[in-house]
C-alpha cells in the first residue's frame, strides 16, 4: 500500500534523531536572552522611574529642595569665587527666600546680599520661557572690586552690540530697598572742610522692570533713589525694536554738595542735572550713534550737545560727523575723527563763554575765546599736526584782563607763527615766524615789553607766589630777540633793559648777547647795584678753549654785604675796583686780575686807612696744572708798606716770598682775629715742589706787657717773640726764643713732618700719615702772659717739656714729660691767689697721665688734681677720668665775698659724654654788704656789631662730648652776712645739675639767727627761708621788734617778679601808727614836724609812691652813712636828738650825736672791728668823760 504522508520517512534502524535536537535548543536559548534583555530594560526603568520618582518627591518637600540647593552650590565654587549662602527658605516650589548671601573673590567680598526673595512662575517654565513675578532683597552691598593688571591688547577690539538669543524672559518687579556701595575709592572732598574725607552714597533704593524678548528684545525701566528723597537719582528707559538696535531715555538729578558732584569734581553749590536721550544701531561698518539731546545746565549757563558719531572696534577709532556744543544758545561745532593712531578735527568755535569755568577757576571774572581750524595728527609718524588754527580770546582773570591774538600754520614739521600777540595789561609780548623740527633753520622774532613783578604776583598761584621776596621789584623794559639755528643747536640773539629793587636798593641789568649751545658772546652786560657796576665784554666758550671774557668791577662797597648779612669781616670802610680777564677752557682756565681796595678799618672812634693792591695771573686745572703768578699783592697804611707778597707757586717750581714789616696786629681783628697790641715782622719764603717743599726765614712779634710780681707790683716790660723757620728734610723746625724785660724768659721748639700734612691737604689722600714730630721747652711762664689780661691774670713759674710726637694721624702715639714747677696764679676779681702750684705729667703713648697737681692759696688751703686721659678708646666711659680734691681752699677773697671750699669732685667719661660730680662744703664763708659794689651803677649803651648765632655755637658745642653735671654745695656752718646795719648767719645747699652748655643751679636757704639794724632799731630777724632755680626766686623772711608793749612783726617776701613788705603789730595798729613806733618808739600823734614829714615820706614809699625824703637827701649830700633824727625819751627833756655816721674804712665806723641836753651836748663814738669776733667800742662825750670796751661776738 502506498504512502501517503507528505514527507518520506526512512526506515527505522533504531538510531536516534540528531537532526532535530539542535533546532530546538537554539530556540530555547533565544527565548531566554529575549526574556533576560527585557527584565533588565524593564528593571532600568523602573530604577530611572524610582529615582525621578524619588526626586520629583524631594522637591515636593522643603527638605528636599533645601537638600539639592546644599548639593548643588559647590558646582558653583572655583578656587577664586566663594559663594557662602544662609538663613535659606524654600516654603514653594516657585518661592526662594535668602536670609543672607555672599560672593567673594580671593578672599575679598564682592556681593553681600541680605534678605532676598524670588517668586517666579511655573506655568511659563513649560512654555520654555521664564516669568519672574518678584524680585527683591532688603539689602545689597557692592564692594570695590579687587584691581588686576590687564594684559595688554595685541589685537583690535573688534567687539559688535546685539541683544543675545535667549528663552524669554521677563522680571514684573525688581525691588532693592536698601544699596550701598562700599570700599570704593572716592575723590576728594571740594566742598568739605579742609582735611575732610571723602564721601560716598549712603543707602539706595531700586526699583524697576525689564523683559528680554517678550516680545521686543528689550524693555527696560530702572529708578535709583536715595533714602529720604523724595525725587529720582537716575531714571533710565530702554527700549529695543530689533537685536541690533538700542534707544535710551534718561536723566540724572542730585542736590548741590552730593556724593556724585564731588565724584565729577563740581563744586559744591553746583546740583547734578543731566538728560540724555540716544539711539544706537550696529551696522556692518560700526555702531551708529544719534545723540538727540545730552543736556547739563552748569552755573546759570545752558549746555547741551547733539551729533551724529560712529564706533569703529575693529579700527579703535571715533568718527565725529557732526557734533554740536550749545551754550547759551551759541553753536559751536566739532566734526573728524579720533583713533589711537590719528587724531583730525575740525574746530569751529565762536565767542565761547568760559564763564563756564568759574567753578574751577574762582578767580575768573569772565571771558570769551573762539577758534577755528583743522588739524590732522599722526601719532606715529608726525611731530606736530598739520592745518591751520587761529585763536582769539579775552580773560578777565584776578581784576586782570588778558587778551591774546593768534594765527598758525602747521605741517607735520613746521610751525609757521603768522601772528602771535598777548597782552596783560602795560605787558606786551609779540612773536612771529618760524619754528622747524626736521633740522632745518628757525626764525623767530619776539619782544618783551613792560613786565612787572606786581601783576605776574597776582597772577601766579599762592604757593609759587610767596617764594619770591616781598622786598624784590623788578620793571622788564624790554626783553626781545631773535631765535635761529635749528631745535637741536638754537641760537639766540637777544636784548635786554631791566631795572629792579631790592630791600630798598635799586638795580639795574642791561646788555645784549649771542648766545648758543656752543658759545655765547656778551656785548657790554652791565649789572648796577647802587653806586657799584660789574660789566661784562666777550666770549664764552662752553665746550672749547676759546674764552675770552673781560670784566671790570668798580666801586664796591662792603656796605653792601653788611646791608644783605653776609659773612665779611665788620668795621671795613671803601671801595673795590677791579679788571680781569679770562681765557682759554672753561674748566681750566688763566686768570689775570688787577685789584685796588683803597678804603680803611673802623676801630673804636677811629679809622686807620689802608689800601690792598693786587696784581696776579693764574693758570687753573688740576693739581700739576695750576700756577699762581703774584707780581704784586701790597698792604700799606698811610702808604707804608705792611704787607709785601710776589713770587710764583706751582706744583714743580715754587719761589714766592713773603715781608711784613711792622705790622700791627690789631688790624688782625678786621679779619676776626684779635691778637694783641704789639707788632709783627716776618721774612719767609716758599721754595721747592707741592711734594717736597721748603720754607725758611724768621718770624717775630714784639708787645709791651703790663705784668704784676708777687708783691702785686704793676710795671711794664717789653716781650719779644721770634721764632727760625727751617725745613729740614721732611721736618718743619721752627725753634723759638722768648725775650722777657731784655732777659732770656726760655726756648721752645717744635719739629712737624709736614711734608706729610701738606701732601693729604693738596690730594686728600693718605689719611694714615705718620706723626713723627717733637716739641721741647724751657720757658718761664710770665712769657706766657701775652696771652693774657695781665691787669687781672698774674702766671708765673718754670715750665718744661720734653714730647716726642710718633704714630700716625688716626693712631697717634705721645710720649715724654711736661714739668710746672714753682708756679704762681693770682686773678684780681676773684681775689684768687695760688702758690706752690706744681704739676708733673707723663705722655705714655696714648694716654696722659697726671701724677701730680698740686696748688696751696694764700692762707694755707690746698688743691690737688690726679687722673688721666686716654685717646685710645675714646668711646671708653673712662677715656677721662680727671680728680680734683680741695681742702679749705680760698679760692675768693674778695673784700665783700670771702670763703674755703672743701670736697672733692670728679670728671669721668669719653667722646659719648662725660660726668661731672662733686660734693663740696663751704665752711665758712663772710659775705660783707658795706664792702658791695656801689648800687647806682651807670647804664652803658651797647650795640652789638658781631656776634655768633645759635646756629654757630650748637655747631662748636657739637664738637665737645656732652657734660653732665651733679654737684653739690653744702653751705651749712659759719656763713655770715654783715654790713649795712644787718647780722644774720645763713645755712643752705646748691644743686647743680644739667649739662655744662646748659646747666641748672637751684637751692634753698634760711636764715638760723640774727638782727638787722633798720631805721636805727635792732629787728631780730626769725626764722626765713628762700629758694632759687636758675633765675627764679622766692623768699619769706620774717622779723620782729618790741617797743613798749607793741610787737612789731616785719615780714619781707616776694620773688623775682615783685619784693612786698608787710607791716603788723599786737595790738593791731595803723600802718602810720606802726611805722611811727618803729622810727620814733612814740605815737604819731606825739612826734614832731620834722618826724612827721619823715613818716608821710617812709608810709608814701611803703606804698609804691614816690615823694621828697629829706633824710636821706640830707644824708647823700652831706656825703654821710647814716643820718638819724630821734625823740629824746621825757627823762632827758622830751628833746629832738641827730646823728651822723661814716664808714672811715670797712673796719673803722665813727659816729657822732648832738642831744638837747645840756650838760652833754657832744657825744662821739668809734667802733673798730679788731676781728671777725672782736670789736673795740670807744665813746667820748664833751664833757670830757670817756670810756672804752672790748665787745667779744661768737655765732653759734
Not at 66 to 83: G, K, N
Request: with cysteine; glycine share 8%.
Amino acid at each position: 500500500m502506498a504512502d501517503t504522508t507528505p514527507h518520506s520517512q526512512p526506515p527505522n534502524t533504531g538510531a536516534p534523531n540528531k537532526p532535530a535536537a539542535p533546532r530546538a535548543s537554539i530556540g530555547r536559548r533565544l527565548m531566554l536572552l529575549l526574556r533576560f534583555c527585557w527584565r533588565v530594560v524593564l528593571l532600568f526603568f523602573i530604577v530611572v522611574v524610582c529615582a525621578l520618582a524619588l526626586i520629583v518627591g524631594s522637591l515636593v518637600t522643603e527638605g528636599g529642595r533645601l537638600f539639592w540647593l546644599e548639593r548643588a552650590l559647590p558646582f558653583v565654587q572655583t578656587p577664586a569665587l566663594t559663594v557662602v549662602v544662609g538663613d535659606v527658605r524654600w516654603p514653594h516650589l516657585n518661592q526662594l527666600h535668602i536670609g543672607y548671601a555672599l560672593v567673594a573673590q580671593n578672599s575679598k567680598p564682592l556681593v553681600e546680599l541680605t534678605g532676598a526673595a524670588l517668586h517666579i512662575s511655573l506655568s511659563e517654565l513649560w512654555q520654555k520661557q521664564l516669568l519672574v513675578h518678584e524680585l527683591k532683597a532688603a539689602k545689597v552691598a557692592v564692594y570695590q572690586p579687587p584691581s588686576k593688571d590687564k594684559p595688554a591688547r595685541t589685537e583690535p577690539l573688534g567687539f559688535t552690540f546685539s541683544i543675545p538669543k535667549i528663552p524669554p524672559i521677563k522680571v514684573e518687579a525688581l525691588v532693592v530697598k536698601s544699596l550701598q556701595l562700599r570700599d570704593f575709592k572716592w575723590p576728594p572732598c571740594r566742598s568739605c572742610r579742609p582735611g575732610a574725607l571723602p564721601v560716598g552714597p549712603g543707602a539706595l533704593t531700586v526699583e524697576g522692570s525689564a523683559a528680554l524678548h517678550w516680545p521686543n528684545p528689550l524693555e527696560l525701566e530702572v529708578t535709583i533713589t536715595e533714602k529720604g528723597h523724595k525725587a529720582p537719582l537716575l531714571w533710565l528707559e530702554g527700549f529695543s525694536e530689533s537685536p541690533e538696535s538700542l534707544a535710551i531715555n534718561g536723566r540724572i538729578q542730585q542736590r548741590a554738595g552730593g556724593w556724585l558732584g564731588q565724584w565729577l569734581q563740581l563744586p559744591a553749590e553746583q546740583m547734578v542735572e543731566v538728560a540724555i536721550s540716544a539711539k544706537g544701531e550696529q551696522k556692518s561698518d560700526g555702531i551708529d550713534i544719534a545723540l538727540e539731546q545730552l543736556s547739563a545746565p552748569l552755573f546759570k549757563q545752558k549746555l547741551s550737545l547733539q551729533g551724529q558719531l560712529k564706533l569703529r572696534p575693529e579700527l579703535e577709532r571715533i568718527d565725529l560727523h557732526e557734533l554740536l556744543i550749545n551754550l547759551n544758545q551759541q553753536r559751536h561745532t566739532l566734526r573728524g575723527s579720533v583713533s589711537p593712531a590719528l587724531v583730525a578735527l575740525g574746530v569751529d568755535i565762536q565767542r565761547f563763554n568760559l564763564a563756564l569755568l568759574r567753578p574751577w577757576l574762582p578767580d575768573l571774572e569772565g571771558g570769551i575765546v573762539s577758534a577755528n581750524g583743522q588739524l590732522q595728527w599722526d601719532w606715529n609718524t608726525q611731530h606736530l599736526p598739520a592745518g591751520q588754527l587761529d585763536v582769539n580770546s579775552s580773560v578777565r582773570y584776578k581784576q586782570k584782563t588778558l587778551s591774546l591774538k593768534s594765527k598758525l600754520a602747521l605741517t607735520s614739521t613746521q610751525v609757521e607763527v603768522k601772528r602771535l600777540k598777548a597782552n596783560l595789561g602795560e605787558m606786551q609780548l609779540s612773536a612771529k615766524g618760524r619754528i622747524q623740527t626736521n633740522g632745518k633753520p628757525l626764525a623767530l622774532t619776539y619782544t618783551l615789553t613792560h613786565v612787572r613783578d606786581g601783576p605776574i604776583r597776582e597772577l601766579l598761584p599762592e604757593a609759587i607766589a610767596v617764594q619770591i621776596p616781598q622786598e624784590f621789584s623788578v620793571h622788564v623794559q624790554h626783553l626781545g630777540g631773535l631765535l635761529r639755528g635749528t631745535l637741536q643747536a638754537p641760537h639766540v640773539i637777544t636784548d635786554a633793559n631791566i631795572l629792579g629793587r631790592y630791600d630798598e636798593l635799586p638795580f639795574a641789568i642791561y646788555g645784549n648777547a649771542n648766545a648758543s649751545l656752543a658759545h655765547a658772546d656778551i656785548n657790554q652786560l652791565t649789572v648796577e647795584v647802587d653806586d657799584a657796576s660789574l660789566k661784562l665784554d666777550g666770549l664764552i666758550d662752553w665746550k672749547g678753549n676759546q674764552t675770552a671774557l673781560s670784566g671790570r668791577v668798580r666801586h664796591l662797597s662792603p656796605a653792601l654785604a653788611y646791608r644783605y648779612g653776609l659773612n665779611f669781616p665788620p668795621g671795613l670802610v671803601g671801595f673795590l675796583n677791579a679788571r680781569w680777564e679770562l681765557s682759554g677752557a672753561l674748566a681750566k682756565p688763566a686768570v689775570v686780575i688787577d685789584a685796588l681796595y683803597q678804603g680803611g678799618y673802623e676801630h673804636q672812634t677811629e679809622v686807620l686807612p689802608f689800601n690792598l693792591a693786587l696784581d696776579a695771573s693764574a693758570q687753573l686745572g688740576t693739581l700739576d696744572e695750576i700756577a699762581l703768578d703774584v707780581n704784586l699783592l701790597n698792604l700799606a697804611v698811610f702808604k707804608r708798606p705792611l704787607v709785601t707778597m710776589k713770587g710764583r707757586v706751582n706744583a714743580r717750581d715754587n719761589d714766592f716770598r713773603v715781608v711784613v714789616s711792622r705790622l700791627p696786629v690789631k688790624l688782625l681783628e678786621a679779619l676776626g682775629y684779635p691778637v694783641g697790641e704789639g707788632r709783627a715782622e716776618a721774612r719767609l719764603r716758599f721754595g721747592g715742589s707741592f711734594t717736597e717743599p721748603t720754607l725758611g726765614g724768621y718770624l717775630s712779634y714784639a708787645e709791651t706787657l703790663a705784668v704784676r710780681s708777687a708783691t702785686d707790683e704793676r710795671t711794664e716790660v717789653p716781650l719779644i717773640w721770634h721764632a727760625n723757620v727751617s725745613s729740614e728734610e721732611k721736618d718743619l723746625v721752627i725753634d723759638s726764643s722768648f725775650t722777657l724785660d731784655k732777659t732770656s724768659a726760655g726756648l721752645l721748639s717744635l719739629s712737624l713732618p709736614w711734608h706729610n700734612y701738606l701732601n693729604y691737604a693738596l690730594t686728600q689722600s693718605g689719611g694714615n700719615l705718620p706723626t713723627d714730630g717733637s716739641i721741647k721747652a724751657n720757658l718761664d711762664t710770665s712769657a706766657l702772659q701775652l696771652f693774657m689780661d695781665t691787669d687781672q691774670m698774674t702766671l708765673q713759674g718754670g715750665l718744661e717739656a720734653d714730647l716726642t710726637l710718633a704714630g700716625t694721624a688716626q693712631d697717634p702715639v705721645l710720649t715724654g714729660e711736661l714739668l710746672l714747677k714753682n708756679g704762681y696764679f693770682k686773678q684780681a676779681t676773684t681775689g684768687t691767689v695760688l702758690s706752690d702750684i706744681q704739676v708733673y705729667a707723663l705722655a705714655e703713648k696714648q694716654k696722659i697721665q697726671l701724677v701730680t697737681g698740686f696748688a696751696r692759696d694764700a692762707e694755707g688751703g690746698t688743691l690737688r688734681l690726679s687722673g688721666h686721659v686716654d685717646w685710645h678708646d675714646v668711646n671708653s666711659d673712662s677715656a677721662v677720668n680727671v680728680a680734683l680734691e680741695l681742702k679749705d681752699a680760698n679760692l675768693v677773697d674778695m673784700p665783700n665775698v670771702k670763703g674755703a671750699v672743701s670736697g672733692k669732685a670728679a670728671l669721668v667719661g669719653g667722646k659719648q659724654g662725660m660726668n661731672l660730680t662733686g660734693k663740696l662744703n663751704v665752711l665758712p664763708l663772710h659775705i660783707n654788704i658795706d664792702m658791695a659794689p656801689a648800687v647806682a651803677i651807670p647804664e652803658i649803651k651797647v650795640q652789638e656789631v658781631y656776634s655768633s648765632d645759635d646756629s654757630e655755637i650748637d655747631a662748636r658745642n657739637k664738637l665737645l662730648p656732652t657734660v653732665a653735671l651733679d654737684v653739690e654745695v653744702d653751705i651749712e656752718n659759719q656763713a655770715f652776712i654783715r654790713g649795712r646795719g644787718l647780722e644774720t648767719e645763713l645755712e643752705g645747699k646748691v644743686i647743680i645739675s644739667g649739662t655744662a652748655v646748659k646747666p641748672n643751679v637751684s637751692g634753698s636757704f634760711k636764715t638760723v639767727r640774727g638782727e638787722i639794724k633798720l631805721l636805727q632799731k635792732p629787728i631780730k630777724l626769725n626764722e626765713g627761708r628762700a629758694q632759687f632755680s636758675n633765675e627764679a626766686f622766692n623768699f619769706h623772711i620774717p622779723a620782729s621788734y618790741h617797743t613798749g608793749d607793741t610787737e612789731i612783726n616785719i615780714v619781707v617776701s616776694g620773688n623775682e617778679e615783685e619784693i612786698e613788705l608787710d607791716l603788723s603789730s599786737v595790738p593791731t595798729l595803723p600802718q602810720e601808727e606802726i611805722l611811727s613806733r618803729l622810727l620814733f618808739g612814740d605815737s604819731v600823734q606825739n612826734i614832731s614836724a620834722w618826724q612827721a614829714m619823715s613818716l608821710a615820706s617812709a608810709v608814701n614809699r611803703l606804698s609804691n609812691g614816690s615823694s621828697f625824703d629829706p633824710l636821706n637827701a640830707t644824708r647823700d649830700k652831706l656825703g654821710f652813712d647814716s643820718l638819724s633824727v630821734g625823740q629824746e625819751s621825757e627823762d632827758e627833756g622830751g628833746g629832738v636828738n641827730v646823728g651822723v655816721g661814716k664808714y672811715l674804712n670797712e673796719r673803722v665806723y665813727l659816729e657822732l650825736e648832738r642831744s638837747s641836753n645840756p650838760a652833754q651836748p657832744w657825744q662821739g663814738n668809734l667802733k673798730i672791728d679788731i676781728t671777725d669776733e672782736l670789736r673795740l667800742n670807744s665813746t667820748t662825750a664833751s664833757t670830757g668823760k670817756s670810756s672804752a670796751a672790748l665787745e667779744w661776738r661768737r655765732d653759734y
